[in-house]
């Protein structure tokens, strides 16, 4: 769990290469498609609604027509009609009553037939054939505009049957101008088909407008002739917007009633002045719309997870590579040159995999040189150290010399100068590094001889040296400064005598020079510091610490050669040197 | 680097998921709105079963329970007496945790407790025509009878003149309708001090018992020049009997309501005048408001339904028809 939250927020590293890749590829993927989804929503709505426009208009007229054949056949009804009364020779007359009955009878939408003088006389009539008492015919809208209207019919707004007893029906009166003999003279009349309201409202109840759309029917005058809310609206309960309607014949319109939008689809009905108005809900639309506008949502959401996932693992690849070398350039930075990377990939990655390897490869050869120089400089260095003496200890010497001559010890004074000449021809020896063993021990000895002169024989010392030893070679100047160092903090303050051993031996097929002295000691801190490189060696003595003669051996032999101190307060300190065992050809190994 | 696609696998999967189950619950919450949002179930109670009056009331109330989308019961106890019947139908509705009331209370007073009822069980009562003596229902939908009494004194007084003896013809005592009404012809009487009130009589929404009661009120008094009739029932039996007893005309009769025989006796003229109320709208408005606080919107507390005096010479005007004939469908 711990891993996998580590991996999670490595990978939300908001600068990291891979999540740059995802984050912009996936922002402008989901751009475009938002784009695109808007693009075509919009484009589909606009689409929808012109069908929507289209089928309204389709429903429009078939309506319209279906009016109009209607509308026909009650005009052949009123043309066999006149065909008939023309026929006849005089009103009334028994036959045609008879086809008036026929008429009556197949049509069960005729509410009735009747006949009328220009005066307002009922002549014939079926199936009534008396008017009520107060009945005022002439008033009648029918009346007045059938008589005007020479052969045409008219068609009136739906009202109440009124001139006859009955069930007070709501009817549309049909009428026609009619000529015809009635009491012995030619007489100007009208025809009246009173037409029951059910049957236009058949006409137009089947219309399916979507779940709330209807259609409704105007007069030229804005009168609603049909409505299916009829009873609300003649109660005032409900109300129609007619503007539109009013002022244009044909087409669609948009408008808003209580904030619903609407589509408003306006018709003319061909025969007469009667438009045909459709309205359809745009909300419905909008549902279809919305619920399309969900979807396309959901799709897009499974899209964006879709193209997000696919671009993790797609930056995954593209980045595995550089996140390689990343981490091998860590590795680098924590001082492991022995890094290489293998990648495959892409060209470039691989180039500059390879490039990184070459890289490396010159760094670690350049520090190898960079070590190897530095090494040889200190070599050289310390050898030149080693080389100088201490003029303190010449002149010391010298000094003794001089003071042994003026009080006569002419015995002394040769062995001291003896000692001196042999000692300054080892140290300088041609100025060859290396030397036998048995020149090395010599040069401590002519040391040891002149300090004991000096320090008035404070000290013995004996030294010791397996035969065999002699021949092999050594660094020269190495047990000097190990017998300085002895002299001048082990001896020097000792109060009894102080004795020195040297010992050369073979063992282990290395070369031991061992350096006992019975002095005063060191304390373990001493000890412990006094080989590594931090030892800051202040204390007088030739110059050439014991430190560098470690530091030289070690340089030149490696680490497994070099000093070994071991010392204990009151009891003395021993020396040990190892050195590589070998003849004079074989030095040049080391070099 | 195996580790990271298996997280990349995990974010995925947890992400189709999250998505699925957003897309599944917004589905649900579309059904839950549409169950929601299931049809409400309305009681309409009115006063008796027949008549052409309450007729067109359901008239009003189907179509009413057509556009609201209401499931609708229009039921009444077999006659306007009832009052216990009534009772019993409005607590049936309540046990039946209907959705809404729509109540023509038969008594103003006795109709009170069941009306209190079911407002304490939260079933919002609308009141059409006739109410009751509480302030628990949401709506009271009505004719302002005094008003509709008042003019109808006044088309009695156009027709007998300022000196006349006319007689109330009422139907139920203790009916708030009745009571308002007479009110309304009395105090249009009390300006006329020579228009004398000879009788007034209940004939309980019984024609039979209206045409034998203004037979009795003729008897009884010879001078009688007008009547008014309080209800349809009332008016019926009062034209029969005018009719029967040659009177027509002599006898002026003013009426309330616009049933289609009332109108054929207007247009005969026996009936000089008629008070008509809208049932259609009274039954659609009742519905309506009934169905908007069952669904928790507020409606208006006092509804008047407008009025019209209807007579012989304006009962074909476009507006009047519209006004009192039905359209039957």
């Known amino acids: 769990m711990k891993r996998i939250s580590e991996k999670l927020s490595e990978y939300l590293d908001f600068k990291s290469i891979r999540f740059i890749i ?15 989804g808007i693009l075509l929503s919009g484009k589909y709505s606009k689409a929808s609604e012109q069908n929507v ?6 429903v429009i007229e078939q309506v319209s027509l279906n009016l109009d054949n209607y509308e026909k056949s009650m005009v052949y009804i009123t043309n066999i009609i006149e065909r008939n009364i023309n026929n006849a020779p005089q009103l009334p007359n028994s036959r045609l009553e008879e086809k008036l009955d026929v008429i009556f009878d197949t049509r069960d939408d005729i509410v009735s037939i009747a006949i009328f003088t220009n005066k307002g006389k009922l002549v014939e009539g ?34 109440v049957e009124n001139l006859f007893d009955g069930k007070y029906n709501w009817v549309l009166s049909l009428s026609k101008p009619v000529s015809f003999y009635y009491e012995g003279k030619m007489t100007q009349g009208v025809l009246l088909i009173d037409i029951n309201f059910n049957s236009i409202e ?3 109840q089947k219309v399916n407008l979507g779940k709330s ?40 319109f948009k408008q808003k009633v209580n904030n619903e939008e609407r589509l408003l689809t306006i018709k003319n009905v061909g025969y007469t002045d009667w438009k045909v108005v459709a309205i359809s809900y745009m909300d419905e639309l909008t549902t279809t719309k919305s619920s399309l506008t969900n979807f396309s949502i959901i799709i897009l959401l499974l899209a964006i997870v879709f193209v997000i996932t696919i671009f993790i693992f797609i930056s995954a690849k593209i980045t595995k590579p550089i996140k390689q070398l990343d981490e091998s350039m860590k590795l680098v930075e924590e001082g492991d040159l022995d890094v290489k990377v293998d990648i495959k990939g892409d060209k470039e990655v691989v180039h500059l995999s390879r490039s990184f390897n070459l890289m490396i490869a010159n760094i670690k050869q350049l520090m190898h040189q960079i070590v190897i120089e530095q090494e040889s400089k200190r070599k050289s260095e310390l050898d030149a150290l080693q080389a100088q003496i201490n003029p303190h200890f010449l002149y010391n010497t010298l000094d003794s010399i001089v003071w042994m001559a003026e009080n006569g010890k002419s015995q002394d004074v040769i062995t001291m100068v003896t000692s001196l000449a042999r000692f300054f021809r080892i140290s300088i020896s041609r100025g060859k590094n290396i030397i036998y063993v048995r020149e090395e021990l010599e040069h401590a000895k002519n040391y040891l001889i002149i300090q004991k002169i000096r320090y008035k024989s404070k000290f013995n010392f004996c030294i010791e040296a397996e035969d065999e030893i002699l021949q092999y070679k050594t660094l020269k100047l190495i047990i000097q400064p190990i017998i300085e160092n002895a002299l001048y903090h082990g001896i020097e303050y000792m109060v009894e005598e102080g004795f020195i051993k040297i010992t050369a031996k073979k063992v282990e097929e290395k070369l031991l020079f061992e350096i006992q002295d019975n002095g005063l000691g060191m304390k373990a801190e001493v000890l412990e510091n006094i080989l590594s490189y931090t030892f800051n060696n202040k204390g007088g003595g030739s110059g050439v610490g014991v430190k560098n003669v470690h530091e030289r051996i070690q340089l030149i032999f490696g680490r497994e050669y070099g000093l070994e101190i071991e010392s204990e307060l009151e009891e003395g300190t021993t020396v040990r040197i190892y050195l590589p065992l070998f003849k004079d050809e074989e030095y040049e190994k080391f070099i | 680097m195996r580790n990271l696609f298996k997280i990349q696998k995990k ?15 917004s589905c649900n919450k579309k059904q839950d709105s549409d169950n929601s949002d299931t049809r409400k179930n309305i009681e309409f109670i009115v006063k008796m079963r027949s008549g052409d009056y309450w007729a067109t009331v359901q008239m009003g109330a189907n179509d009413a329970a057509k556009e609201f989308n209401v499931n609708m019961n229009f039921i009444a106890p077999d006659n306007e007496l009832d009052i216990e ?34 407002a304490a069980n939260k079933i919002p009562v609308v009141l059409v025509d006739s109410g009751v003596n509480s302030d628990k229902s949401v709506s009271f939908i009505s004719t302002d009878n005094v008003k509709a009494g008042k003019l109808a004194g006044e088309k009695l007084i156009e027709n007998v003149g300022k000196n006349s003896k006319v007689a109330i013809l009422s139907f139920v005592e203790g009916s708030e309708n009745a009571i308002n009404r007479e009110k309304g012809i009395i105090d249009v009487l009390s300006n006329y001090p020579n228009v004398k009130l000879v009788a007034k009589e209940y004939c ?59 109108l054929q006796y207007v247009e005969k003229g026996v009936i000089q005048g008629t008070v008509v109320q809208n049932p259609f709208k009274m039954g659609y408005l009742g519905v309506k408001y009934a169905a908007m606080s069952a669904r928790g919107n507020k409606v208006p507390k006092d509804e008047n339904i407008d009025l019209k005096v209807i007579d012989k010479y304006n009962i074909y005007n476009p507006e009047n028809q519209r006004f009192i004939f039905p359209f039957t469908k």
């Not at chain 1, 107060?134 to 009346?143: I, N, R, S």
């Not at chain 2, 003729?218 to 009547?227: A, Q, V």
Request: charged share 20%; hydrophobic share 45%; with cysteine.
């Open chain 1, 22 to 36: 995802t984050v912009s590829f996936a922002c402008i993927t989901v751009i475009a498609m938002i784009f695109m």
């Open chain 1, 53 to 58: 426009a289209l089928s309204t208009m389709h």
């Open chain 1, 126 to 159: 079926t199936p009534f054939s008396k008017l009520k008492k107060d009945a005022k015919v002439t008033e009648e809208e029918w009346f007045y505009r059938g008589i005007l209207n020479s052969n045409t019919t008219f068609l009136s707004a739906p009202h």
């Open chain 1, 202 to 204: 058949q006409l137009c």
């Open chain 1, 213 to 252: 759309g209807y259609i409704y029917i105007l007069d030229s005058k804005n009168n609603i002739i049909y409505h299916p809310q009829q009873e609300l609206i003649y109660n005032g309960l409900k109300s129609e917007n007619n503007e539109e309607a009013y002022k244009n014949t044909y087409g669609t």
């Open chain 2, 11 to 25: 974010i995925f999967t947890l992400t189709l998921i999250i998505i699925i189950t957003f897309s599944l619950t």
């Open chain 2, 85 to 118: 019947g009534q009772k019993k139908l409005v607590n049936e509705a309540i046990d039946k945790k209907v959705d809404a009331i729509v109540l023509s209370a038969s008594d103003y007073e006795k109709m009170a407790e069941v009306v209190n009822n079911a």
């Open chain 2, 204 to 262: 309980g929404s019984n024609e039979a018992m209206a045409k034998s009661l203004t037979k009795s009120i003729i008897s009884m008094d010879n001078g009688l020049n007008g009547i008014v009739a309080l209800n349809s029932a009332a008016a019926l039996g009062a034209a029969r009997a005018l009719e029967e007893l040659g009177l027509s005309g002599k006898i002026k009769l003013i009426t309330f309501d616009s049933t289609i025989l009332e």
